[in-house]
């Protein structure tokens, strides 16, 4: 088997697709953090992205590259949340009709958020049902494009577009840390790093309670495991995908874990201290660096993608209130 994979040049095609169209997302610092870590980092706030993920980015390079037949046929994706949101937002700005395969047991906000943009919704179990089997069989039946949320080239090209604009924006770094689900993110990331920062160590940080990335990057090949359960709902994904994993053995230096708690510290200092709602799961590379996964030299230059800011009010009461 040959897999194409994604390069640098992808992601700079997917950077002229995205230009006026995604948020050019801001870079906040924190003296807090620095002292804490006696690093510095530089958070990229994707969470302040367009339908408030980073996810948009390669929901709407991946749509605008289809052709014009594909784009009347529509565009159906299966999504924990974000990424159903990206397509159909992406969907509705560029005239194309979108259905979502989504678990039963996703986050309300989210669904309403999707199903606001105008996309159909179809509900599946993730715990007994194969969401892939369902999206390959409507697709067969429908003749609609299957995007999914991260084993894609121009997904992954337009996720990398976040730390493209980071690299850019403040130079070269000594360490970026990026939120693991599928590894979309991690992907396009390294993919970016490699070019405009090559000596940066890149890192990928899923949930403890779903390390098959780091067992993936341990032994040599996808691992599969069990649907785990996690507050950072976006990374909840069982196994990482070809390409993705093709990209991540090649570039990425290692991958962490934290845990739900760690989430929890994270998510109240982003409130607190920076003022910036982040998702659980978009905590999961600043929980690395805050929580002390990983401790960096004296003056490292660090760079955190927050991946996303979509939490459901009540959860997220709930999760400031922890004591
Ligand atoms: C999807 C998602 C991730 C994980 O991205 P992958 O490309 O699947 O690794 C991380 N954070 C947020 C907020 C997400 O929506």
């Known amino acids: 088997m040959s897999l194409v994979l994604p390069t640098y040049a992808d992601v700079v095609s997917a950077a002229a697709t995205l230009k006026g169209i995604a948020h050019r997302t801001p870079v906040v610092t924190s003296a807090t953090a620095d002292r804490a870590t ?21 929901a709407f390079n991946a749509i605008s590259n289809l052709t014009p037949d594909e784009r009347r046929n529509g565009v159906l994706t299966f999504s924990s949340g974000n990424h159903a949101q990206a397509i159909a937002l992406a969907g509705k700005l560029l005239g194309v009709k979108t259905t979502i395969i989504m678990p039963l047991d996703a986050p309300a906000a989210k669904k309403a958020a999707t199903q606001g943009y105008g996309a159909t919704i179809v ?9 892939d089997a369902i999206g390959r069989r409507m697709q067969q039946e429908t003749g609609m494009t299957l995007i999914p949320p991260y084993d894609h080239l121009h997904v992954i090209a337009g996720q990398g577009t976040a730390a493209m604009e980071l690299f850019e924006d403040v130079g070269e770094l000594d360490y970026l840390l990026v939120c693991l689900g599928g590894g979309g993110l991690l992907a396009g990331s390294a993919l970016a790093a490699g070019a405009l920062s090559p000596s940066c160590k890149v890192f990928g ?17 996808v691992v599969t495991i069990a ?26 230096t290692d991958i962490l874990t934290v845990t739900d708690p ?62």
Do not use: H, W
């Open 227 to 252: 649907p785990p359960r996690s507050i950072a709902d976006g990374a909840l994904t069982p196994y990482l995908g070809q390409l993705t994993f093709g990209v991540i053995r090649q570039r990425v």
């Open 205 to 221: 940080v899923e949930p403890e309670a779903g390390n098959d990335g780091q067992q993936s990057l341990r032994k040599g090949e």
């Open 262 to 323: 760690q989430l929890v510290a994270t998510m109240k200092f982003f409130a607190e201290r920076l003022k910036l709602v982040v998702e659980p799961t978009g905590c999961l590379g600043a929980a690395a660096a805050l929580q002390g996964t990983l401790a960096f030299p004296e003056g490292a230059r660090v760079g955190v993608i927050l991946s996303g800011g979509n939490v459901d009010l009540a959860a997220y009461a709930g999760f400031l209130t922890q004591p």
């Open 38 to 58: 006696r690093a510095r980092l530089y958070f990229k706030c994707e969470n302040l992205q367009r339908m408030g993920a980073f996810k948009f980015r390669g």
């Open 123 to 131: 509900n599946y179990d993730r715990y007994t049902e194969d969401r």
